[in-house]
């Protein structure tokens, strides 16, 4: 997808870009149990899809709840990346990736929460 002449608002925000990273990194965790992977996979889903949403809201506030509900999206993500590991249930080496996107998308949302 060559999204450099996109007018779209999330393919110019960074934070759209980490999301989608973050993505990435939850599918390479391959967790095996299937509920605990269903569960990390949608919810590192809805955090793009909100990410997404809400760069293209015009009000600041709308902007900020549905930044605020990625960013919920993308600790429960994380956290269930974790469980999952933890349990023996996903690929450990996967799981420095996993919080190294998560804390980045995680402080972008926060800047964006208080900004938009």
Known sequence: MNT??????HHRL???????????AVRAAKITDR????????????ACR???EA????????KARVYGIARGEAVEA???TEIAIEAGDGA???LPQ??????ALYALLSGLCRAR
């Not at 450099?4 to 608002?9: E, I, V």
């Not at 960074?14 to 990435?24: D, I, M, N, P, T």
């Not at 509920?35 to 919810?43: G, I, N, W």
């Not at 760069?55 to 709308?62: E, I, M, T």
């Open 4 to 9: 450099s002449t996109s007018m779209l608002p």
């Open 14 to 24: 960074r934070a759209y870009g980490v999301a989608l990273e973050l993505l990435r």
């Open 35 to 46: 509920d605990m992977r269903d569960q990390a996979l949608r919810a590192a889903k809805s």
């Open 50 to 52: 909100n990410t997404a």
């Open 55 to 62: 760069s293209g809201r015009v009000s600041r506030a709308d």
């Open 78 to 80: 994380i956290a269930t």
């Open 92 to 94: 450990p080496e996967a």
């Open 98 to 103: 996993v919080l190294d996107r998560g804390n």
